[in-house]
């Protein structure tokens, strides 16, 4: 997964024009070299781009039904009650 994601990293860098110092402040890394591949890296620059990790690997562009879901996904389990709760107008 590494490969895959660091190539897709650089796609989405060079695609949407990104640049790492952008990317590091607005995911909360600080440096370059935090800028590494781990799993919680790998949701926090998805995060960014508004895609799930799955999306950022595979460079789907986004939609509003994919952001809505991995947003969702990211929401504890009485947080997701809670918006399904709304979305659906049961909440009192």
Do not use: C
């Not at 790492?20 to 620059?45: C, D, P, Q, Y």
């Not at 960014?48 to 039904?65: A, T, W």
């Amino acid at each position: 997964m590494a490969y895959d994601f660091r190539a897709a990293l650089l796609w989405h860098l060079k695609h949407h024009q990104t640049r790492i110092a952008e990317l590091a402040r607005n995911t909360g890394l600080k440096t370059r070299a935090g800028l590494s591949t781990t799993v919680e890296n790998a949701v926090r620059f998805a995060e960014h781009y508004g895609k799930s990790v799955d999306d950022f690997i595979r460079l789907r562009e986004n939609n509003d039904v994919r952001r809505i879901l991995a947003m969702l996904d990211q929401l504890q389990p009485d947080e997701h009650r809670l918006v399904i709760a709304r979305a659906s107008g049961n909440y009192r």
